[in-house]
């Protein structure tokens, strides 16, 4: 399902109109979809995943039969994202079954041991219902029952010790699954994390062409945020901005997955202290002063879709116009080390060797590296490799065996140590995170990457 090389070419030229748009407006927001209209896009993305997607990880894995049960309010993570756009939750509890009866006998059929079907908002039937309680009250013996019918050699279920996202299933209905089913069928269920991880981290064409203008919304919120608009010297504490930043998603009709983070490094001789500390947690009330160097670090949700970036701002001294020369250097530096990390994407190459091979080559190129980069997606740390921790810079156990992919989104998120001549050689740090996506053959950014300060206030030539 590999998506074709004009499709791209044709995403990267959206996605650069985008940006333009984004630069020559006052805080222009893309159209943001009614609630109505999020659904049906929802549906149809679930429709062509479930269609496209299921039969090829089965098979990659040699699984004949998947079966996600959930109980309602401890969902199962894989689970809650095939659920219909207008179900928020399994409903006591949701089983959902896959069983590949091969290419050539009907594919992958799909149904729910469920009092209801699972419909989309067309009508149609995502999940069809194979349980009627009137005829089959005990719901673990239908189950059951349908096992038998279908005879699988494999059997998969959500259970992992290396993997949350791929780690759904409960203690208790595990056991109650296993307890229902005949001897000869128990020893055919095995967890398989790539199943899990493999449907959660690929993206499809479809939300591809519109993941860019949802980092554009959430690059539009920053810079906004970011703005005299917001920011008065001498009066706007970081904690203001953060809950700025939480209001005006919520004015906007759209969600967070964590709360904004502002934080403050300052020149030594503004701060009076021999030691400035960097301050990250939302409740902190320093007063934003000119001269600062702002960072945020902020998250949207929207159509079922994370983003998560990190950008800095600058606030002018008085009789200044742009940032310091060693800052604007220190931004340079993090986008040379953005560009070493994501030259060393491959399909196939682990997490832990694209983290070995990018700071090697960081450190060679003078730059001292920490590289803490993710997938996102239906989560904003979402399922794949993981490459590097911020605490774990020799590598990641376990996660970080698991491959990169193709297909898959990317929170390309370091940061570098760098000496400001201006603040007399004080030590700051640059911390960026933009978003991104791999296709196997070539790396972009969704909706372009800070490369120049946020200014406040913005001059004419602000970015």
Partial sequence: MKPTIPLFILLKALISSNVAAQKSADFAYPKILSMQERAAIEDEWLNQRLNTIIPRIMRQNNVDMWVL???????????ST?????????????VL????????????????????ALKGIGGEDLFPAKWDSEEEPNQWKRLADLVKERDPKTIAVNSSKTFALAD???????????????????????????LAISWLETRIPSEMERYGNIVQIAHAIIAEGLSE????????????????????????????????????????????????????????????QKGDLIHVDFGITYLGLNTDTQQHAYILRDGETDTPAGLKNALRKGNQLQDILVSFFKSGRSGNEALKLARQKALAEGINPSIYTHPIGYHGHAAGATIGLW??????????????????????????????????????????????FFSGSDFYYLNGRQKAF??????????
């Avoid at 049960?69 to 689970?79: A, C, G, H, M, Q």
């Avoid at 896959?98 to 009907?106: I, K, P, V, W």
């Avoid at 005006?248 to 300052?266: D, E, G, M, Y």
């Fill in 82 to 94: 095939m659920l219909p756009a207008t179900w928020f939750a399994s409903r006591r509890r949701t």
């Fill in 454 to 463: 946020h200014l406040i206030p913005r001059q004419s030539n602000n970015y």
């Fill in 97 to 116: 079954v896959f069983h590949d009866r091969g290419s050539e006998n009907g594919g992958v059929e799909r149904f729910a041991i469920s009092r209801y």
């Fill in 391 to 436: 605490d774990q810079q020799g590598g990641v156990k376990d996660r970080g065996d698991y491959p990169i992919n193709d297909n898959t989104a990317w929170s390309i998120e370091l940061s570098t140590l760098q000496k400001i001549p201006e603040w007399n050689d004080q030590e700051i740090r640059i911390m960026l995170e933009e978003d991104g």
């Fill in 168 to 194: 759904g299933i409960s203690h208790s209905q595990y056991s109650e699954f296993m307890a229902s089913l005949p001897d000869q069928y128990k020893a055919r269920v095995s967890n398989h994390d790539a």
């Fill in 229 to 288: 608009k917001v920011i008065i010297p001498g009066k706007t504490t970081a904690s203001d901005v953060s809950w700025w930043y939480r209001d005006k998603i919520r004015s906007l009709k759209l969600q967070t997955w964590f709360h904004p983070s502002v934080s403050i490094q300052r020149a030594k001789s503004l701060s009076g202290d021999q030691k400035f500390t960097e301050l990250f947690s939302g409740t902190n009330q320093n007063t934003l």
């Fill in 69 to 79: 049960i959930s109980r309602e309010y401890n969902e199962d993570p894989v689970l």
